[in-house]
């Protein structure tokens, strides 16, 4: 089992940035490839953002030129930045991650993903 540890929910204004994190407990060193979903209400679960821990990644147009990831040095950590935010933005917010890189068609597919984190809310007023 896989543990994911993610933090940096909260509320914003409209234009606002929130930056989510989500570690991995994976040997480091380890490949891995973490990805990030939300499900806003009466809405399906989306894929945003994806990234392997080799620095490939991938996004949903929602989120081009809006959102980045990154990680940090031992790369077990992956940050979300979220810039603009708009009230559309407004979800729950889980990171997933799988223990393999995944093809870049795949990345943003819930199926990639064998561990999920307890999710994080964000929430974007007008």
């Known amino acids: 089992q896989v543990q994911l540890t993610e933090c940096g929910g909260g509320s914003v204004r409209a234009g606002g940035s929130l930056r989510l994190s989500c570690a991995v407990a994976?040997?480091?060193?380890?490949?891995?490839?973490m990805g990030w979903f939300r499900r806003a209400p009466g809405k399906e679960r989306e894929g945003i953002a994806a990234?392997?821990?080799?620095?490939?990644?991938s996004y949903a147009d929602s989120a081009k030129g809006r959102f980045t990831l990154s990680q940090d040095g031992d790369r077990r950590t992956v940050y979300l930045q979220m810039n603009n935010l708009e009230p559309e933005d407004t979800a729950l917010y889980y990171c997933?991650?799988?223990?393999?890189?995944?093809?870049?068609?795949?990345?943003?597919?819930?199926?990639?993903?064998?561990?999920w984190g307890q999710g994080t809310q964000v929430t974007v007023s007008s």
């Open positions: 990234l392997n821990n080799d620095d490939s990644t």
């Open positions: 997933a991650a799988t223990l393999s890189w995944a093809p870049e068609g795949t990345r943003l597919s819930a199926g990639t993903y064998t561990y």
């Open positions: 994976v040997p480091t060193g380890g490949k891995y490839c």
